[in-house]
């Protein structure tokens, strides 16, 4: 069975950075395409990249400056860096498998499998 | 980024009761939609996919229908773990978007 798991502080100040890391068990990240998910108080969701099986990556474009997704396939890993981070950055934090599929002539993603989620907090 | 508008907020609903949530997109998203289950302290989980495909183990209670801009999830008979929130997400262009949930509850 797919597993995610992520790991990484709770609490970070303004101005550093936060790192994540996700441990996937049950199938290998050199498939398919593996992403971040972050969730706000007051539950608005947000796509924030992804990293393919080949190393390539896609970040949401209102975070590009200040996002990086790396791997480790050796452990089966992958990471999240996010710099600069403010209090707006206080959210629950997700990696999740990405799957796809076509629609007429379309491709489209979805998450079919989750990390339990880690919540980070940005304060002083 | 393509818009997704998720209604209603929150609704209540009896055991046996048949629910229906609806999401909209700025843009024809071509049947390019995901539904999600999450309930509190869990993380989400997959419910619907392409619209209207059921997601394995999933409670065929549960069913996804729309094209275009619109969409619906129904569930046909209101469970008691069926409580949770419920979220659509557009996967056809990045960046992937989502609804603002649907807050579910046992009336």
């Known amino acids: 069975e797919v597993q995610l798991q992520e790991s990484g502080p709770g609490l970070v100040k303004p101005s550093q950075s936060l790192s994540l890391t996700c441990s996937v068990t049950?199938?290998?990240?050199?498939?398919?395409?593996w992403g971040w998910i972050r969730k706000f108080p007051g539950n608005k969701m947000e796509w924030m990249g992804y990293?393919?099986?080949?190393?390539?990556?896609s970040y949401n474009p209102s975070l590009k400056s200040r996002i990086s997704i790396t791997r480790d396939t050796s452990k089966n890993q992958f990471f999240l860096q996010l710099n600069s981070v403010t209090t707006e950055d206080t959210a629950t934090y997700y990696c999740?498998?990405?799957?796809?599929?076509?629609?007429?002539?379309?491709?489209?993603?979805?998450?079919?499998?989750w990390g339990q989620g880690v919540m980070v907090t940005v304060s002083s | 980024d393509i818009q997704m508008t998720q209604s209603p907020a929150s609704l209540s609903a009896s055991l046996g009761e048949t629910v229906t949530i609806q999401c909209q997109a700025s843009?024809?998203?071509?049947?390019?939609l995901a539904w999600y289950q999450q309930k509190p302290g869990k993380s989400p989980q997959l419910l619907i996919y392409?619209?209207?495909s059921l997601q394995d183990g999933v409670p065929s209670r549960f069913s996804g229908s729309g094209s275009g801009t619109q969409y619906s999830l129904k569930i046909s008979s209101m469970q008691t773990e069926d409580e949770g929130v419920y979220f659509c997400?557009?996967?056809?262009?990045?960046?992937?978007?989502f609804g603002a949930g649907t807050k579910l509850e046992l009336k």
């Open positions: 999740a498998r990405l799957w796809g599929g076509y629609t007429t002539d379309y491709y489209y993603d979805y998450f079919d499998y």
């Open positions: 049950g199938y290998s990240i050199t498939s398919n395409y």
């Open positions: 990293i393919s099986y080949s190393g390539s990556t």
């Open positions: 843009e024809d998203i071509y049947s390019g």
């Open positions: 392409g619209a209207s």
């Open positions: 997400q557009q996967g056809l262009k990045y960046p992937n978007t």
